[in-house]
């Protein structure tokens, strides 16, 4: 892993960037416009929004997951030992294509918030997707679920009694496309 992955925010080049241009732009507002920009409030608040979702995500300050997007884009590709693939304030694709046949029915979680992710699953595995969303959507080929809403999709892999995925898609104020790619 590289060093730029495991720096942390607060002590990386953007965040000092942003501070500084914030910082600058209070003092051009004040001065000419006469507009007093509570600066120091909006670093608070910028820093507990950051803290908030490092907590929704699960992520420390320190370590930087490949299977999220948080303020980024990212290709997520499948991994055996993980249960959830995030995207927050970002976008993504989280390539399930290459996952192997369970061998009992394994559960994996799918969340996009106030992003849009890309969903790509193998149509020869068995799989089950329960598309949730609130204030948002999650939509495949053949069902869509939108605004407050659930519904289930599965491959045509999928039956009941075998093992597969149960995947579950949400959606909280962003968009998720399922593309069901045949191998």
């Not at 910028?46 to 990212?74: D, H, M, P, Q």
Request: net charge positive; proline share 3%.
């Amino acid at each position: 892993m590289s060093n730029s992955k495991t720096m942390s925010f607060v002590s990386s080049a953007a965040f000092w960037g942003v501070l500084i241009i914030l910082f600058g732009l209070s003092i051009i507002l004040r001065e000419v416009f006469h507009i007093n920009f509570p600066f120091f409030r909006v670093i608070i608040g910028i820093l507990l929004i950051f803290w908030g979702i490092r907590v929704i995500t699960g992520s420390s300050w320190k370590n930087r997951t490949e299977k999220s997007a948080v303020f980024s884009s990212a290709d997520i590709p499948y991994d055996n030992s993980q249960k959830e693939y995030n995207i927050i304030f970002g976008r993504g694709n989280i390539d399930l294509f290459k996952s192997e046949l369970p061998d009992k029915t394994r559960k994996i979680e799918v969340n996009v918030v106030f992003g849009n992710g890309n969903l790509v699953l193998n149509d020869s595995i068995p799989a089950q997707v329960e598309m949730n969303a609130v204030f948002g959507s999650v939509r495949s080929d053949s069902e869509k679920s939108g605004g407050f809403g659930s519904s289930v999709y599965t491959t045509s892999a999928f039956r009941q009694n075998e093992p597969y995925y149960k995947i579950e898609a949400n959606a909280v104020f962003g968009s998720l496309t399922i593309e069901n790619k045949k191998w």
